[in-house]
């Protein structure tokens, strides 16, 4: 859920600030993608910690209902949907992630900038896991939140946060993917499958974020490799 909703938030963003904003605009579109995404996480972890419903039966819910509003929030702007395809309109590209240098190296391609933010934001993550009180706190009540408790963790804060940092990175991942400027937004009662290629992408690093940089690579090839195949 939180990634589709970044991805119509980039949208949106690109689409509608880029006569306004100009080149700053993929800047602004991540920013707002991420907060797109935060918003959305924080509906399951006030469920998890002020009701205590289930994390995961919670958010598997909630993704039948993002598709939805997202349709909604297109279709009632014409400026961003394209009613022939249904689909959204290509982003401009003055408000795509620069391809800089990676034009030269893979020419023919959408490779771009956004492989360094990919890594930036892993070297990040893995710092306040490892070198900060609140990485140890998210640890912990990952491992087991009663034992959190018993060691005077505030497991409600602690939880609130983790998810709203998971969810800006996956709105930021959800812009990412589309402000290749070669992707649109289908226009779908169901959600994307890209969420669930990001759980097989942690779990092949056993949820290490320096060690996800090079299984999404992996997967990467997979996925790639297999449609030029077929």
Known sequence: GQFIIGDVAAIFICILGYPVFGSFTWVLALIGAGIAGMLWSMI???LLVTRGVNLILSGMMLNYTIPLICNWAIKSCPAVYDKTANWT????????I???FMADLFPGTSANLGIFICIAAAL???FVFK???FGLDMRVCGANI???RYAGINTGVTSMASLALSGFMAGVAGAMFVMTGSVHYQISDTALGNGWTGFNVALLAMSHPIGMVFTSLFVAFLNTGGLYMQ
């Open 131 to 133: 070198r900060t009180t």
């Open 98 to 100: 620069p391809s800089g």
């Open 124 to 126: 990040l993550i893995y």
């Open 44 to 46: 399951p972890a006030v």
């Open 89 to 96: 309109n290509l982003i401009p590209e003055g408000a795509r």
């Open 146 to 148: 009663e034992a959190a």
